[in-house]
């Protein structure tokens, strides 16, 4: 049998890859591999380091493509709801959530997919309130990254446009709920810091390949390459918790 902490760089690698193309996807699947060693709360705190370096890289490589109109009305409140789901995770979190997530990625996958989502368009107060929604459900479930993906699919957005304006959020809502992690659960996180140095080398590498990946996709390609991939996380968030 492979042994652990190769499977998980391996699956660190990939997620950085596939964040690079689809805005998320780090937490999606580096946090259920390391839930079946620790708790699912001290696992999300853990990967919430490699996800902050993997996505500052993939942000500093991509930043003049930023829509800022979408980063300061979804993203603000989409940081907020983050926040305020990071406090309440470990009071709130628990499977029932995190398979109503998972419904909602392989949705939101489905939709892409059979061109559902084009009837989608957010703007106005309907952008604050779809940010604030996903980004709080996305702290509960210490997963945002789909869910914050799939709602951008209501804004007019290409490619890199689309990944730098999902992944400046992620930022922004790392930047917000780390410290909380970080206060609440550093004896914690101190405990597998092993593994979190594995994750945040493999997502690091992970996102140089995913970066020049994308570079080369086509637009006329990129939302069905998005939309697979959401379904696809979907699937293996609702796998790793039945």
């Not at 492979?2 to 990939?14: G, R, S, T």
């Amino acid at each position: 049998m492979i042994d652990f902490n190769i499977l998980f760089f391996i699956v660190a690698v990939l997620s950085g890859g596939v964040a690079s193309i689809a805005g998320f996807g780090i937490g999606s699947l580096l946090t259920p591999l390391l839930a079946l060693k620790v708790s699912m709360g001290i696992s999300v705190a853990g990967i919430s380091i490699a996800h902050f370096l993997g996505t500052a890289f993939r942000f500093w490589t991509w930043r003049k493509y930023i829509n800022k109109r979408v980063l300061f009305s979804f993203g603000i409140t989409s940081a907020i709801g983050g926040l305020i789901g990071a406090l309440f995770h470990n009071i709130f979190q628990n499977i029932i959530l995190t398979r109503i997530f998972g419904c909602l990625l392989v949705f939101a996958g489905a939709s892409g997919l059979t061109h559902l989502s084009e009837r989608w368009r957010f703007s106005g107060t309907v952008a604050w309130i779809a940010g604030a929604l996903s980004g709080l459900f996305g702290g509960l479930v210490g997963n945002q990254g789909g869910i914050r993906s799939a709602a951008l699919f209501g804004f007019d957005l290409q490619g890199k446009e689309f990944v730098v304006t999902a992944t400046g959020i992620a930022l922004a809502v790392d930047v917000a709920r780390m410290p909380v992690y970080l206060v609440i659960q550093w004896r914690d996180i101190l405990n597998i810091w092993p593994l979190i140095i594995v994750a945040s080398a493999g997502v690091l590498i992970g996102t140089q390949a995913g970066v020049w990946v994308l570079g080369k996709i086509p637009e006329v390609l990129f939302k069905k390459i998005v939309s697979g991939i959401i379904f696809l996380i979907g699937i293996w968030v609702l796998i790793h918790t039945t």
